[in-house]
């Protein structure tokens, strides 16, 4: 039944026995079950093939058939989908003269599927169907529109990624096919160039994997698909730059993800944008063409493959763009944040070039302000703030934040505070890494030599040092001794050698692991406070107490 070539040119008397044996599967129920579903995607491929076959056949076998096909769209298997997709737009293109009524069945099943956007199958059809099921220009829109919206809808619920996928490859299927027939509409492509990049930003993640990277690794093969269509169609006069300066963002932003097939799309993608002309659309437009040459020599000179880790250290000169530094960002912080080595390794790296290849005033302070507003405008998706926060930890160790504004002592105060305030706003978290990513950053920034931060952080570490977690206790008194011993002028704020001492034996000697005991803890704690003149923490009780 498999057969790679049409059956139109087959025996009818072969074709007849094809078709019986068909239907007595169907009649007989041997494709439900486990061995039923072994071969109902090569049934799938008869059925569709057998379309061919419209003289002497009866109208219920048909309706048996289009019922059959429609039930296998829904398969949990992709094969089974794929075939019974093709089958449905075979049957569709030589029974829609037979069945004038088949047109408006499909496209029902489609949209009520797509409403729910819970059926991959439903997302798949929709590129499988040919150009005469789409010449009524409001099923186009209405079929497009239904596309979109889903991939929109489910963006977050990794449950439906599968869906996206699909709804994404017909998208680019359906502009294609509009396109070659000339039947391309304005808002056609900025609404698949918005789809796009909003799959490129789908990061949702189950109980096993990563799921929406292959959301994002689709978005941008289609992506770059679409280009190449529209190239090769001289579309150019259609290109909505809004919606394609989105999508070069994102593009961007995968140029530094952590999974290879992903970063190795994006360079792709970004590759073909340069190639094809469709950087002059985008802002900065001429700037970035050269940046992303430059960036594409290097590769090339030194013969690397774009899934290698080594080529993310050449994206730093696109952090002096004002425009691109905030996307290259998230990508570069969530990739040093991440558990491989290797990336982690080349992204600070492209930070430590950036902070060293001399950049303006300008593009410092852009840097900077773009930093702080990833943590802002991401704040409760731990997806990015987990890996920034330790991103910074690592930032801070590496003294990039130290050289971009060694020279400005108000500046240097004035971002620290910033950064202070932004990471302590997620101390009420109740995820241990995530509090341990913080620690570690707080006793980095009291390193910095400015007694106001100093000040800030001690009194953060502080609050740590009487949290309900006894592990977290003991790491955060682990912590601020060693920054004690890398910065004894802190320890000075206890005055008599005496005391310093005491402050250290506190904090290396006290039995904070101890789970009964977390008022005796925080009475420790406010015992090392006072030592080093700040005020202790207070309970929530207890400000209420003060302030009645």
């Known amino acids: 039944l498999n057969l790679k070539h049409d059956f139109i040119n087959m025996d009818e008397k072969v074709l007849r026995n094809v078709y019986f044996l068909v239907q007595n599967l169907e009649n007989n129920n041997f494709l439900r079950g ?5 071969i109902r995607p090569s049934v799938c491929v008869a059925v569709g093939k057998l379309s061919v076959i419209k003289e002497g056949k009866p109208l219920d076998a048909i309706k048996i058939e289009f019922e059959f096909l429609l039930h296998s769209v829904n398969d949990t298997k992709d094969t089974t989908r794929q075939c019974a997709c093709e089958a449905l737009g075979q049957f569709y293109l ?77 998208l680019n299927s ?7 027939n000339k039947v391309v509409y304005d808002q056609l492509l900025s609404d698949c160039f918005n789809t796009f990049a909003a799959g490129m930003s789908d990061h949702s993640v189950d109980d096993t994997a990563d799921v929406g990277s292959y959301v994002r690794e689709q978005s941008l093969v289609s992506f770059s698909r679409t280009l190449e269509c529209i190239i090769e169609l001289s579309l150019q006069s ?44 985008v802002p900065q437009g001429l700037e970035l063409r050269e940046t ?21 250290k050449f994206l730093h000169p696109i952090l002096k763009m004002n425009s691109y530094c905030y996307n290259l960002l998230i990508g570069l912080t969530t990739c040093i944040g991440g558990l491989t080595e290797s990336l982690s390794a080349q992204a600070l790296e492209t930070f430590n070039v950036f902070s060293i290849s001399y950049p303006s005033n300008r593009e410092k302070c852009n840097f900077l302000q773009f930093y702080l ?21 690592m930032l801070l160790q590496a003294g990039v934040f130290s050289t971009l504004i060694a020279m400005d002592c108000e500046e240097n105060a004035s971002f620290y505070t910033c950064l202070i305030e932004v990471i302590g706003n997620e101390t009420s978290t109740r995820n241990y890494q995530k509090l341990v990513s913080i620690t ?21 570490l502080a609050v740590l040092l009487g949290h309900k977690y006894p592990r977290l206790r003991k790491h955060t008194a682990d912590q601020l001794f060693e920054s004690l011993l890398l910065s004894p002028e802190i320890l000075e704020r206890a005055g008599s050698e005496e005391n310093q001492a005491r402050v250290q034996e506190l904090l290396i000697d006290y039995d904070w692991t101890e789970e009964n005991s977390l008022q005796e803890a925080r009475k420790t704690r406010n015992v090392i406070c006072e030592l080093l003149q700040i005020s202790a923490p207070m309970t929530l009780s207890k400000i209420n107490a003060v302030s009645n």
């Open 94 to 170: 030589h029974y829609q003269e037979m069945c004038p009524d088949l047109g408006a069945k499909i496209r029902a099943f489609l949209l009520a599927g797509l409403q729910g956007g819970e059926s991959a199958g439903h997302a798949m059809l929709a590129g499988y169907l040919p150009t005469q099921f789409y010449e009524d220009e409001s099923h186009r829109r209405s079929i497009i529109d239904h596309l979109c919206t889903t991939v929109q809808n489910t963006i977050k619920d990794p449950a439906f990624h599968k869906t996206r996928v699909n709804c994404i490859i017909s």
């Open 238 to 281: 259609i290109v909505d730059s809004k919606s394609l300066y989105l999508c070069t963002c994102n593009v961007i932003t995968e140029c530094a993800s952590k999974i290879n097939s992903v970063r190795c799309s994006a360079f792709e993608t970004l590759e073909k944008l340069l190639k094809l002309g469709f950087l002059k659309f």
């Open 373 to 393: 507003d990833i943590i802002r405008l991401n704040k409760g998706d731990d997806r990015v703030i987990m890996p920034y926060i330790k991103s910074t930890y």
């Open 440 to 460: 570690n950053t707080f006793s980095a920034l009291i390193l910095v030599p400015n007694e106001s931060i100093t000040e800030i952080c001690l009194k953060k």
């Open 174 to 180: 359906l502009f294609t096919l509009f396109a070659q």
């Open 34 to 38: 486990l061995s039923g579903e072994s």
């Open 292 to 312: 992303v040459g430059e960036i594409f020599a290097k590769i090339s000179a030194e013969s690397l493959s774009f899934s290698s880790p080594n080529i993310i």
